[in-house]
């Protein structure tokens, strides 16, 4: 085949259906099953479409973990900015580091030299509007005379390595997480938070805005010292909460908070709408303060359908973090006309702002260990009979010589999909996992490094 355009496609590798050797919330003995490939390139939007079919990515390593096997299912959730609504200690949070930055002095002062008019002063004692108030502190904003107490600036930067970045991930790693010295690296801080496949992009909006695309670093400096950096993929329909993470002297601002505010009014100003906070793990009490930002909605793996996450559907988890969908719905009849279909939609763990350090290891497993993933209890994958359907010989791929197709590649027209380890069987097993919707978005890359 004639080699197509570099960003043509979604380059993967299959890694394949694992089990877990251990969990890494609740530490105990891996019991479930995660699928794992490997992305070299995509686009933005085609991460998107991931994201909205359980994926999540750790670097270049992209995961989609089996909810009913797992000791600690993990759910996607998603929150539309434009209907959240601030909470008591969410304001005050913004308001306490306002104060803190601009200072008495400062306000006095400012309040003297450039009055409000009536109306202003009203509308800001009675509405919280959080798109201006989160930027009420930064440097750029303040009028002069007089100087502030402190000195506030937020950028949105490349996702690329410096020393000033790592030693606030080696700082959190260490002082939050409780890490061992040896365990936190130069080289995994490289691979999990400034290496992504996503390809940077402008992208024009109906409205006609246009929009960053591509993975980037959110970085916070006082005083002109770096305190904190949010790692940020931004798609087309939402901004993604990778990683977020600071230093020890920070701690007492709530920053984790202040983050995640920031990253709502992002997509409020910006027009990606959606806020994806990350995997949510019902039993895991690291992540009980995502579900503090509201109305949220959560993705039901069988369906790929959107269901507002209420109090009720919180209350339907078991014991064990699964949430039984098809019980749900027969108890709550219809659908959420809000809960647009995610199959329409065009992500160290690192997830959302307090996730941990998922190790290549994790994608990797004794043989014997490993099953099928049509013989797995995985929501949403297809049938092995709708897989025999499929055209698997019309995959692109990509070596190092140049472009042909799977079916040009691979003697193997007489296996099976359901002979485990075979070519066919490990590339319908990844066919199955992303969607054969999206099958002529894909790219092997067997090129060898």
């Known amino acids: 085949m004639q080699g197509p355009p570099e960003d043509a496609f ?7 259906y694992r089990k877990s050797s251990s969990c890494g919330y609740c530490r105990r003995k891996g019991t479930g099953h995660t699928y794992f490939a490997r992305a070299t390139s995509m ?22 973990p089996n909810q009913r096997d797992a000791c600690c299912p993990h759910y996607t959730i998603r929150l539309d900015s434009g209907r959240f609504r601030t909470t008591r200690d969410q304001r005050q949070a913004v308001n306490r580091f306002n104060k803190y930055v601009i200072g008495d002095v400062y306000a006095k ?15 800001r004692d009675t509405e919280f509007d959080l798109v201006e108030r989160i930027h009420e502190s930064e440097d750029v904003l303040l009028k002069r005379p007089p100087e502030p107490s402190h000195v506030f600036t937020v950028t949105l930067e490349p996702d690329d390595y410096t020393e000033e970045k790592y030693l606030v991930f080696e700082n959190y790693q260490q002082v939050v997480h409780r890490e061992s010295p040896s365990s936190v690296s130069r080289d995994g801080f490289k691979r999990f938070l400034c290496s992504s496949p996503l390809r940077r992009e402008k ?3 109906s ?25 940020l993929d931004l798609l087309p329909d939402c901004v993604s909460a990778v990683y977020f993470l600071y230093h020890e002297s920070f701690h007492k601002f709530s920053p984790g908070k202040l983050g995640a505010l920031r990253e709502i009014a992002l997509a409020m100003e910006e027009g990606y709408r959606w806020w994806y906070p990350g995997f949510y793990i019902h039993t895991c009490p690291k992540m009980k303060y995502k579900i503090d930002f509201s109305p949220q909605q959560v993705l039901n793996p069988d369906t790929l359908e959107w269901v507002d996450l209420t109090q009720d559907i919180l209350e339907k988890f078991d014991g064990h973090g699964y949430l039984d969908f098809q019980r749900t719905e027969e108890e709550n009849p219809g659908k959420n006309e809000n809960a647009a279909p995610a199959k329409g939609s065009t992500p160290m763990e690192i997830d959302g702002h307090e996730g941990e350090v998922m190790n290549d290891d994790e994608s990797e497993s004794d043989e014997e260990a490993e099953v099928s993933l049509f013989n797995s209890t995985m929501p949403g994958i297809p ?14 791929v990509r070596l190092n010589r140049g472009y042909c197709y799977a079916g040009d590649l691979f ?24 969607g054969p919707e999206f099958i002529h978005s894909l790219c092997l890359d067997f090129r060898r490094s």
């Open 411 to 434: 003697e193997w027209h007489s296996e099976s999909i359901e002979n485990k380890g075979s070519a066919k069987a490990m590339v319908a097993e990844l066919v199955a996992a992303i």
């Open 109 to 123: 002062e400012a309040a003297r030299l450039y009055p409000k008019s009536r109306e202003q002063a009203r509308k």
């Open 207 to 231: 409205d006609g805005r246009e929009r960053q695309l591509g993975s980037f670093h959110q970085c916070y400096r006082l005083d002109g010292q770096l305190v904190a950096i949010g790692v």
């Open 203 to 205: 992208f024009t909006a």
């Open 383 to 396: 049938s092995v009979e709708t897989m025999n359907s499929v055209d698997l010989d019309r995959i692109a």
């Open 43 to 64: 686009s933005p939007a085609s991460y998107q479409t991931l994201v909205d079919r359980c994926w999540r990515r750790s670097g270049l390593l992209l995961y989609r």
């Open 10 to 16: 979604l380059y993967i590798s299959p890694i394949g």
